[in-house]
T-cell receptor
């Protein structure tokens, strides 16, 4: 399977704990995106990388969130000191070049986080 | 500020054609229009993309009038498995500069 894969698919944690999600994009894609989605809402942009460079972060993104893409391949999203409001589906997507003007985003199946 | 406006929900019956319209009055000259489909507990899936006039693929058609201020996703002869949320995206950013904003989408319910 050459699609976008995310791990873990489900994570339950206690408030205050740190969690990390991993995303493996489609190999030839140079852009990687992280989104968050809560029930009944559309995906909310968090951050994106072009190769290993993090080019943009949402202004809504808390300092507790950090993302890396060390070699321009897989990416990790870490949430420190989790809060109940962090409970959501975290989606990763990849694309080649621009995702909005001429390109398409390929999404993984997401990592669902539940903070107790 | 939202860049697109879609109906919150629509109902249809199996075998019917469904048309979902998205309004995007502030579309920029270089903006493409892209539609995604999302099933519960899955990531969105690309359906179709266009810039002007009409685009058709094996899944859907996309109609874009000359002024490009709206677009219509057309799903021919829907089945129960087309029940999903459909999102319209325009360009890279919304009017507030936020990147790739999905908005609330249109919940399509296909009934037998």
């Amino acid at each position: 399977d050459t699609g976008v894969s995310q791990d873990p698919r489900h994570k339950i944690t206690k408030r205050g704990q740190n969690v990390t999600f991993r995303c493996d994009p489609i190999s030839e894609h140079n852009r990687l995106y992280w989104y968050r989605q809560t029930l009944g809402q559309g995906p909310e942009f968090l951050t994106y990388f072009q190769n290993e460079a993090q080019l943009e972060k949402s202004r809504l993104l808390s300092d507790r969130f950090s993302a890396e893409r060390p070699k321009g391949s897989f990416s990790t999203l870490e949430i420190q000191r989790t809060e109940q409001g962090d409970s959501a589906m975290y989606l990763c997507a990849s694309s080649f070049a621009s995702g909005g003007a001429g390109g398409e985003l390929f999404f993984g199946e997401g990592s669902r986080l539940t903070v107790l | 500020l939202a860049k697109t406006t879609q109906p919150i929900s629509m109902d249809s019956y199996e075998g019917q054609e469904v048309n979902i319209t998205c309004s995007h009055n502030n579309i920029a000259t270089n903006d493409y229009i892209t539609w995604y489909q999302q099933f519960p507990s899955q990531g969105p899936r690309f359906i179709i993309q266009g810039y002007k006039t009409k685009v058709t693929n094996e899944v859907a058609s996309l109609f874009i009038p000359a002024d490009r201020k709206s677009s219509t996703l057309s799903l021919p002869r829907v089945s129960l498995s087309d029940t999903a949320v459909y999102y319209c995206l325009v360009g890279d950013r919304d009017n507030a500069g936020n990147m790739l904003t999905f908005g609330g989408g249109t919940r399509l319910m296909v009934k037998p």
